[in-house]
């Protein structure tokens, strides 16, 4: 009885040196293959949610059809498993670069992007620390959140008619707070006088997929006066479409153009290029001109923008138009300087 | 000040409303089970089933109606089997709970990703009707025209009245406090436990229903732990259906105080007000409210 014990303790630990042996053996294969497939892991929220994810997922098709490479996504869930998932695809040796969607990923990705030295590695919304160095084969995307932020609060700010905004947080997070802040002193900068209601749906990850509560969040917001509401919420944002049109009162979208949410009441939308940037990326990667390291990306370099085309066109008057566009050359030109 | 004319407002006494409606449901549903004998911790799960499954089958058949039927019939299947482990079977309540829990979890997953390609949720359906002309009335005609949060003011009465008032009541709680007596006396126990796990799903997916209804679609993780809040508002209201509908608004208010908290900005940090309600809960679990006693053969497989 006893002596099975051990041969089963033997076993086990066979078992698990022999994991350890089969890793090493894959990551020398990769450096010697030539790998062109892409990776990617995404958020919270995941693919379909109609906001972030998905821009992720557009610029990984777009890279499909023009330059012909292969992807492989994993949609991970729960938070524990993203750095399994992101190991699984590093260790595959058809692919070459993997990226992480989301700054959740940051700690994983660093250390990740170590022990596979031979494999690129992108990661989107990387929070930067600067006591810390990243690795040479890995890519930071870093959106300014603020300066697009800035110029939503401002068409909001121009555009309100009771001088109050509302403002929907997912995740009270570093992240989060930039969108704030930015939309905060956009709307100041143009109306004074403007009162923000700021709420966020939670303290946790889980604030990005809790539609009934944003909408609970929203409709106190529209109810207390405020007439446009902008978020930054990813999932618990559809919420605050429903909540627009059963108000009839306006919302602003995030990440991506969200206007098919809620026709006719969608102002414009804060869109950060993350499909762009990881089409750019790839394509960096492809030609190998890949190179590590920290990439900011403001409206300077076309990073982040608001929508404006023939669906939210008689939403937005010229003169407002006019005004955000000179607000734009400010920030571009460093007139105004926006606090994180 | 301002705090207050917003909390005395009819706009706050909607959001009571409306936040209070999957609680209530959720935990009525679990007080007929656990009435009955049977533990049934998978109200969260029962929940984001029917939420998905009324979502789904409105969507498929486009009529909200059928997707309504559909939803609570997929609840009634699933309690049917839930039924077949814990009574027939006797398998630990708290491990099949565990188990349908994470089964519904990921199966609304595996579904929306398999039918919809997205892992978060459905394309939109169209609303559920509300009652004409009472839906005009200002702040809060879209909260009482509502048919579901009409019928959780009826269902204050209701179960009260079925459990406490009727001979099916009696013998479905003879199935939770004691049923060697109740058997004794020719009462089909086992029934009577089936019937307290059907009424619980049928509760469960009206509560799921009106989740996904509210937002008129379906997305992943969209319950976010109303089912366990369900489950604490039944203890902290001792099994006893009015006490659990003061659990249920204690549980909503604070949440609509949460928001209006931090709407209105101030000093007063949101997250303290958001910590009162599990806070009370854990007052109530030590026993400073109260001794809870919940039915004496409550999750004894018989």
């Known amino acids: 009885m006893y002596q099975k014990k051990y041969y089963l303790i033997l076993l086990l630990i066979l078992i698990s040196f022999s994991f350890s042996c089969k890793k090493n053996e894959v990551k020398?294969?990769?450096?010697?293959?030539?790998a062109v497939k892409v990776g990617l892991v995404f958020d919270v929220g995941g693919k379909g949610d109609k906001s972030f994810n998905d821009a992720a997922y557009n610029g990984l098709v777009r890279a499909k059809t023009d330059f012909g490479i292969d992807f492989e996504v994993i949609d991970p869930g729960d938070g524990s498993d993203r750095e399994s998932a992101l190991r699984k695809l590093a260790s595959n040796n058809e692919i070459g670069l993997i990226f992480g969607i989301g700054f959740i990923f940051t700690e994983d990705i660093n250390n990740i992007a170590k022990d596979f030295p031979g494999k690129k590695f992108g990661c989107i919304d990387y929070s930067v620390d600067t006591t810390k160095t990243i690795p040479p084969n890995l890519i930071a995307l870093e959106f300014k959140e603020e300066e697009g932020s800035f110029l939503i609060g401002a068409i909001a700010g121009l555009t309100t008619k009771t001088n109050k905004v509302g403002f929907l947080g997912g995740m009270e997070s570093a992240l989060i707070k930039k969108f704030e802040e930015g939309y905060k002193q956009g709307v100041s900068y143009v109306n004074p006088d403007c009162k923000v209601l700021i709420a966020y749906v939670s303290v946790t990850g889980d604030g990005f997929k809790n539609p009934s509560k944003g909408k609970e969040i929203s409709l106190s917001q529209y109810q207390n006066g405020a007439d446009i509401i902008?978020?930054?919420?990813?999932?618990?944002?559809?919420?605050?479409f429903e909540a627009a049109k059963t108000e009839k009162k306006l919302a602003i979208g995030v990440d991506l153009d969200q206007y098919k949410e809620a026709p006719g009441f969608v102002l414009t939308s804060m869109v950060k290029m993350v499909d762009e940037s990881i089409y750019q990326t790839i394509k960096e990667f492809k030609d190998g001109k890949f190179k590590g390291g920290i990439k900011s990306l403001g409206l300077k370099e076309n990073g982040v923008n608001y929508v404006y085309d023939d669906n939210n066109k008689n939403l937005f008057p010229d003169k407002v138009r006019q005004k955000v566009e000179e607000i734009r050359n400010k920030i571009i030109s460093g007139e105004i300087s926006i606090k994180k | 000040m301002n705090i207050i004319v917003s909390i005395l407002s009819l706009t706050f006494f909607a959001q009571v409303l409306r936040l209070f409606t999957p609680y209530f449901l959720g935990a009525n549903a679990a007080n007929f089970s656990e009435r009955a004998g049977v533990i049934n911790i998978a109200i969260e799960g029962f929940m984001i089933t029917s939420a998905l499954g009324y979502a789904l089958f409105t969507y498929l058949t486009n009529n909200i109606f059928l997707g309504f039927v559909c939803a609570i019939l997929v609840n009634l299947l699933f309690s049917l089997l839930y039924a077949l482990f814990v009574i027939k079977l006797k398998i630990n309540q708290i491990v099949a709970g565990v188990g349908f829990n994470l089964l519904m979890a990921g199966l609304a997953k595996f579904l929306i990703v398999f039918i919809f390609q997205s892992s978060s949720n459905t394309p939109r359906i169209p609303d559920l009707p509300n009652i004409p002309y009472i839906q005009d009335i200002p702040y809060v005609g879209e909260v009482l025209s509502d048919y579901i949060i009409l019928f959780s003011f009826a269902l204050i009465f209701i179960s009260n009245f079925v459990l406490f008032k009727t001979k099916f009541g009696l013998r479905l709680r003879s199935a939770g406090e004691n049923p060697e007596a109740g058997e004794s006396l020719g009462i089909k126990i086992r029934l009577y436990k089936l019937y307290g796990v059907l009424i619980c799903g049928f509760l469960s997916a009206l509560g799921g229903i009106w989740l996904a209804s509210n937002q008129n679609s379906f997305s992943d993780g969209m319950v976010a732990g109303r089912g366990y809040i369900a489950l604490a508002a039944m203890i902290i209201g001792k099994w006893k259906p009015v006490?659990?509908?003061?659990?249920?608004?204690?549980?909503?208010?604070f949440e609509a105080?949460?928001?209006?908290?931090?709407?209105?900005?101030?000093?007063?940090?949101?997250?303290?007000?958001?910590?009162?309600?599990?806070?009370?809960?854990?007052?109530?679990?030590?026993?400073?409210?109260g001794k809870t006693k919940p039915p004496a053969s409550d999750g004894i497989p018989y």
């Open chain 1, 28 to 34: 020398n294969d990769a450096q010697q293959k030539n």
């Open chain 1, 230 to 240: 902008y978020h930054a919420s990813g999932l618990s944002g559809l919420g605050l």
């Open chain 2, 243 to 253: 006490n659990i509908l003061f659990a249920c608004i204690m549980f909503a208010f």
């Open chain 2, 257 to 289: 105080l949460e928001i209006t908290f931090q709407i209105s900005g101030t000093f007063i940090p949101s997250q303290i007000i958001q910590m009162l309600p599990y806070l009370i809960t854990i007052l109530v679990l030590i026993g400073f409210i």
